[in-house]
């Protein structure tokens, strides 16, 4: 494992409210990613980063924003949160240097939008 | 964009039996593709993957995978499947993300039920 934590690991919230989601990594992977997770739609691309302050949007980036002032943590934010953000959210991380690398993917972070 | 369909959403089987999941994608391109598993209440782990070469793609645990271009299919298969091959499989296509990354297009999952 690419040594990939995620905070907090379950989170309840209420509509309208922001929340920051924390990705943590000690690999010095360049890339970094945020997915979430629905039954039936499987992992969709939120954002990613291909470098400190580089971030890119992925297909489901409507109401989300990241941030990366560090390689080693990647910040996802809900700016008002909505029942329809209630998902899995993981995080995942890919070294630079071969395209033949793989990602690697952290615990998750299960929140709840009520 | 690229899609990738995953046909069987649920699967039972008994140990012992053999396993086929079926992956199918869009791109007519070069692709590489990707086999993640994710077993109960834990983080998704590299299967295998394809780049090139071989078609036939050995991972771990005994899973191996065929990249038939033709079909556009990148099927995941285990002779004998194991009560803790208990999971949900996803099968994924890897398209060049801004800045030289890769970014991958998951299907919807096929989860994996071994009866004993």
């Known amino acids: 494992d690419a040594g990939i934590t995620q905070s907090p690991r379950h989170k309840v919230t209420e509509t309208g409210t922001p929340v920051t989601l924390r990705c943590h990594q000690t690999?010095?992977?360049?890339?970094m990613y945020w997915y979430r997770q629905d039954p039936g739609h499987g992992l969709r691309l939120i954002h990613y980063?291909?470098?400190?302050?580089?971030?890119d949007k992925g297909e489901v980036s409507d109401g989300y924003s990241v941030s990366r002032s560090k390689t080693e943590d990647f910040l996802l934010t809900l700016e008002s949160a909505t029942s329809s953000q209630t998902s899995v959210y993981f995080c995942?991380?890919?070294?630079?240097?071969?395209?033949?690398?793989?990602?690697?993917f952290g615990p998750g972070t299960r929140l709840t939008v009520l | 964009a690229q899609s990738v369909s995953q046909h069987n959403h649920h699967v039972i089987l008994s140990e012992a039996a053999s396993l086929e999941l079926g992956c199918n994608y869009s791109?007519?391109?070069?692709?590489?593709l990707f086999w993640y598993v994710q077993y109960p209440g834990q983080h998704l782990q590299l299967l295998l993957k394809?780049?090139?070469?071989?078609?036939l793609v050995k991972g771990i645990k005994g899973f191996e995978a065929e990249f038939i271009k033709s079909k556009f299919s990148f099927n995941l298969r285990k002779p004998s499947v194991q009560w803790s091959d208990t999971a949900e499989y996803f099968c994924?296509?890897?398209?060049?993300?801004?800045?030289?990354?890769?970014?991958?297009?998951f299907g919807t999952g096929t989860q994996l039920k071994v009866e004993l």
């Open positions: 995942a991380t890919m070294a630079s240097g071969s395209s033949y690398n793989e990602q690697f």
């Open positions: 690999e010095n992977h360049r890339y």
């Open positions: 980063s291909y470098g400190v302050k580089d971030t």
């Open positions: 791109y007519g391109g070069t692709v590489n």
């Open positions: 394809y780049f090139s070469g071989d078609p």
């Open positions: 994924a296509v890897k398209s060049k993300g801004t800045g030289g990354g890769n970014k991958l297009t």
